[in-house]
């Protein structure tokens, strides 16, 4: 007898038991195409060399100690990493208005935006495109968020995005509603938003007193350009629109273990910031108190730096083209 009788066997996360069928199957050549980690031409993990650079910098600095960052994390990495989202000369900066989180990669992002929302701002519906990364429904569910709801995105038949369904899911939810939008990259359809298609969200956004929370995970990979990646954010951004967005370094850094993460809000004044500030204190505080400094410490030092800063881009760069290569070599062998 243990008091642990009563729990029950949870099922297994679908992505991770793929993930275990692709490393015991002896086919000679198989495809690995579940956990979205980037693989060189060797088809081995990459460890980007930039990274490598910088962390042997580190491992040589005396001055770089093991104390505790601050509760709402390293600022020279929040404020660079608000800058890269939505640009350096953005005027929600100038103005005072924008603010960064550090967080447990994107997934903690997405949770700490999605536990504000809920405990202070009391929103409790959320609308998740169909389909999604399967973490967003559970994330939000755990925040305290009651309502899950989908918008349709991907159309079968057209093989499409589905503009118009997607519009008209969005007129259809409730004022405060949150809606989660995938800044770029969409996953898993690799679909995104017009520019045009992307005013017409913000339109209806804007019309029914929605809320944006976009996931970015996927900055540089989609176009191979950072600026280009964070179009659809800025855009919001400039039309006015408050909304927060949870960044992540996983992909864009390769840093997928460390969990490097921002959580970026824009306000429509300076006037909350403290106040939203503060209570994003405590809801880490209670979570998990501060967050770790080492991966943090490496994006700092890059996106800070702007010889650096070039460097890694020449690595997104590589990374990115090598991806749309492989897709493209692949739906040609699907193909033939
Ligand atoms: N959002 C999306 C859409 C993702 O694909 C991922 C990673 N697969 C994440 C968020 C979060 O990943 P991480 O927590 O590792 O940053």
Same mark, same amino acid.
């Given at each position: 007898?243990?008091?642990?009788?009563?729990?029950?066997?949870? #099922?297994?996360?679908?992505?991770?038991?793929? !993930?275990?069928?692709?490393? !015991?199957?002896?086919?000679?050549? &198989?495809?690995?195409? %579940?956990?979205?980690?980037?693989?060189?031409?060797?088809?081995? #993990?990459?460890?980007? #060399?930039?990274?490598? &650079? @910088?962390? &042997?910098?580190?491992?040589?600095?005396? %001055?770089?100690?093991?104390?505790?960052? #601050? @509760?709402?994390?390293?600022?020279?990495f929040t404020n660079a990493s608000v800058a890269m989202l939505l640009g350096q000369d953005n005027p929600a900066i =100038?103005?005072?208005?924008?603010?960064?989180?550090?967080t447990l990669s994107g997934t903690g992002g997405l949770r700490i935006g999605a536990e504000f929302l809920n405990k202070q701002l009391h929103y409790t519906t959320f609308y998740y495109s169909n389909p999604t990364w399967e973490n967003h429904h559970l994330i939000f569910m755990n925040s305290g968020f009651t309502t899950p709801r989908q918008y349709r995105y991907w159309d079968a038949k057209s093989r499409s995005l589905d503009i118009e369904g997607f519009l008209e899911d969005l007129r259809n939810a409730p004022e405060n509603a949150v809606i989660i939008l995938h800044a770029c990259a969409h996953n898993p359809t690799g679909i995104d938003p017009t520019r045009e298609q992307w005013e017409r969200i913000a339109d209806v956004v804007q019309e029914r007193k929605l809320f944006p929370f976009f996931d970015s995970a996927y900055q540089g990979f989609a176009s191979g350009d950072l600026d280009r990646d964070a179009w659809a954010v800025r855009r919001f951004v400039e039309r006015g629109i408050?909304?927060?967005?949870?960044?992540?370094? =996983? &992909?864009?850094?390769?840093?997928?273990?460390e969990r490097v993460g921002n959580l970026t809000f824009v306000l429509a004044s300076s006037k909350q910031v403290a106040p939203v500030k503060s209570q994003l204190t405590w809801i880490v505080r209670g979570m998990y108190s501060n967050p770790p400094a080492h991966g943090a410490r490496v994006v700092a030092t890059v996106l800070n730096n702007p010889a650096l800063f070039d460097e890694w881009r020449s690595n997104i760069q590589m990374m990115s083209t090598r991806v749309?290569?492989?897709?493209e070599a692949l739906r040609a062998e699907l193909i033939k």
């Open positions: 007898m243990s008091r642990y009788d009563v729990v029950e066997q949870g #099922p297994p996360i679908e992505v991770f038991q793929m !993930n275990n069928l692709f490393l !015991n199957d002896s086919h000679q050549n &198989k495809v690995n195409l %579940t956990i979205g980690a980037y693989r060189d031409e060797n088809a081995k #993990p990459w460890v980007l #060399p930039i990274v490598r &650079k @910088v962390e &042997k910098q580190m491992a040589e600095d005396s %001055t770089l100690l093991h104390e505790y960052l #601050p @509760v709402l994390g390293l600022e020279a =100038a103005e005072g208005r924008a603010f960064g989180v550090q408050e909304l927060v967005c949870a960044q992540s370094y =996983a &992909k864009n850094f390769g840093l997928y273990n749309i290569q492989m897709r």
